[in-house]
């Protein structure tokens, strides 16, 4: 049975994931419309279009952060749980750490920081308090 640290680090991964996945599309799928970008601080049509590139690729780093929270959490409950936790780590300090520098690179993003960086930080505190209690992580 999963104890309630585990259960918590698992569901704000999961949280972090779909945060990550939405800012994927925002930047990758959806970026043609205005009130996509202007979400992004951008005020015109001009700027979207030389900006775009970088937000097609920097949606695709956001995917691929969800899609290694997806393998850690695949490998905790159905592979190497060691392994699993070590991916999660990396995965969720990432997401932590990469709102962390947006925020410091421009404080008017704070929400946006704190929106892709609090789960992933939340999830990092309970999976390493789960570890530090010696509950194996397992299928929830």
Partial sequence: MASTLQV????????????????????SVLWAKPNVWRRFGLRSQ????????????????NLFLALGSIVGMLLLGWGNPVAGKWVLLVVL????????????????????????????????????????????MMVI
């Fill in 93 to 136: 300090s990432s997401m932590t750490l990469a709102s962390f520098v947006l925020l410091m690179t421009n404080r008017r993003m704070w929400r946006a920081a704190l929106l892709q960086g609090v789960a992933p930080l939340l999830g990092i505190g309970f999976l390493l308090a789960a570890v530090a209690a010696h509950a194996p």
């Fill in 8 to 27: 918590f680090a698992l569901a704000f991964a999961i949280i972090a994931t779909l945060i990550h996945v939405l800012i994927f599309a925002l930047e």
């Fill in 46 to 61: 001009t700027d979207a279009d030389v900006v775009e590139p970088m937000a097609f690729n920097q949606g695709f780093y």
